[in-house]
């Protein structure tokens, strides 16, 4: 249940389950670091079961296949990927190393929050809506990297917002953080996929 990976410039832990009493999860998520960049993509398909993983996946496996893009092309991919699925909502950001900065887009319930120098948390927002194909306005947002970065995202499965402060603020590691939510009331009437990562110093 919960996943843990190593990179040269981050830790990063993965919580997943299926909604109570489904064999699918309908939640996707891909995760690559190169020598430029870190990214990171959550994908969470349209009601829950097999379908909705089938949407979910697709657009992970655009994003797998073509990371080295831009966040905007990705998300036009896996829109354009996305028609004659039930549809899906995506959350992608990039941790661009060489310009230190941070990239971001998403469409839909997707939470994504991170936070860098004197715990400031930085609040991407998504827009409304989820993809199927049809034209969508992407926006794409950036913002400075601090070597001090921890980021959560997570979809609608988990309810987190009231203790977001704290995990990020005390992350002493991004597994200790994920244990950690079994501190939290989670019927799991939902997917839920939550990744925590943690930037190494130096």
Do not use: W
């Amino acid at each position: 249940m919960i996943q843990q990976y190593s990179y040269d410039k981050l830790d990063v832990a993965v919580f997943q389950t299926s909604k109570k009493g489904n064999e699918h999860c309908g939640d996707s998520f891909f995760i690559e670091e190169t020598d430029r960049y870190f990214i990171c993509a959550l994908a969470d398909g349209l009601g829950s079961g097999s379908m909705a993983k089938e949407a979910s996946e697709t657009a992970i496996q655009i994003i797998k296949e073509n990371h080295f893009q831009d966040i905007y092309d990705l998300m036009d991919l896996s829109n354009r990927k996305l028609k004659n699925t039930r549809g899906a909502v995506l959350s992608i950001f990039k941790i661009d190393y060489e310009r230190r900065t941070v990239y971001f887009s998403g469409v839909g319930n997707i939470r994504f929050f991170f936070t860098g120098k004197n715990d400031k948390i930085q609040y991407p927002m998504p827009t409304p809506g989820f993809l199927s194909g049809r034209p969508f306005p992407f926006r794409l947002q950036q913002f400075d990297l601090s070597n001090e970065l921890s980021f959560i995202i997570y979809s609608d499965g988990f309810d987190i917002q009231s203790k977001n402060k704290y995990l990020l603020r005390d992350l002493d590691s991004p597994v200790k953080s994920i244990q950690s939510l079994g501190n939290f009331v989670q019927d799991f009437s939902d997917d839920a996929t939550c990744l925590i990562g943690k930037m190494k110093f130096g």
